[in-house]
């Protein structure tokens, strides 16, 4: 079936430590993002990439970073500088050149990460 | 700076009435605005506007987005528990594929 899959759905990290959370979809989709959502909170833009091997800063990329190498994929790392990680980060896709389905935006399953 | 605002951010109504939900935005070169419905984890599509005036319908939930005023309204009519959720609202500007999302709506719908 396609879609996005994100991993792991649950992860822990001590202060300090970087981590990577994984984003891969088969939608053929070119547009990858990743969101942050804090209790009460919308979901907020960290990175999005519109093509391979390039990517773009959303409102909260302090403290993260992103490659996007290949199509399918754009793995985000949270890194010892991000001040509060602990939060649920979604990662979405969507095809933004085909004309019938817009910018409709595909979610995977999301992760929650929390520091300890 | 773009913005999308949703509003009530919290409302509780019984099973059966309806609701509406609002979300204006300010957007350069706007494109389409999208409803999602977020339960436990991800969000799931509701619906996508584009044109001013056109109703979306589906089931007992309905959308239409104003561009002149710059808002839209999410009307879910005869609500059941199972509409208790977050409704978030998206809206994308053109050629820059940033989605913004309001803060959401957290309907709770009791029995």
């Known amino acids: 079936d396609g879609g996005i899959t994100q991993s792991p759905k649950y992860l822990f990290r001590k202060e300090g430590q970087n981590v990577t959370l994984s984003c891969e979809q088969n939608l053929n989709h070119d547009a990858m993002y990743w969101y942050r959502q804090d209790p009460g909170q919308g979901l907020r833009l960290i990175y999005y990439?519109?093509?391979?091997?390039?990517?773009q800063k959303g409102d909260i990329a302090e403290g993260y970073s992103v490659s996007r190498e290949k199509k399918e994929s754009f793995p985000l790392t949270v890194t010892s500088a991000q001040k509060n990680p602990t939060a649920f980060y979604l990662c979405a896709s969507s095809n933004p050149f085909n004309p019938r389905s817009g910018n409709t935006i595909y979610f995977g399953e999301g992760s929650w990460l929390t520091v300890v | 700076e773009d913005k999308v605002v949703q509003s009530p951010l919290s409302l509780v109504v019984h099973e059966g009435d309806t609701v509406t939900l609002n979300c204006s935005y300010e957007?350069?070169?706007?494109?389409?605005l999208l409803w999602y419905k977020q339960e436990k984890k991800a969000p799931t599509f509701l619906f996508m506007l584009t044109s001013s005036g056109i109703e979306k319908k589906s089931g007992r939930l309905s959308s239409i987005l104003d561009k002149k005023e710059l808002f839209s309204i999410l009307n879910i009519t005869a609500t059941q528990t199972g509409d208790s959720a977050v409704y978030l609202c998206?809206?994308?500007?053109?050629?820059?594929?940033?989605?913004?999302f309001g803060a959401g709506t957290r309907l709770t719908v009791k029995p």
């Open positions: 957007v350069t070169n706007f494109r389409s």
């Open positions: 998206a809206v994308e500007a053109r050629g820059n594929n940033d989605m913004r």
């Open positions: 990439s519109q093509i391979v091997n390039d990517f």
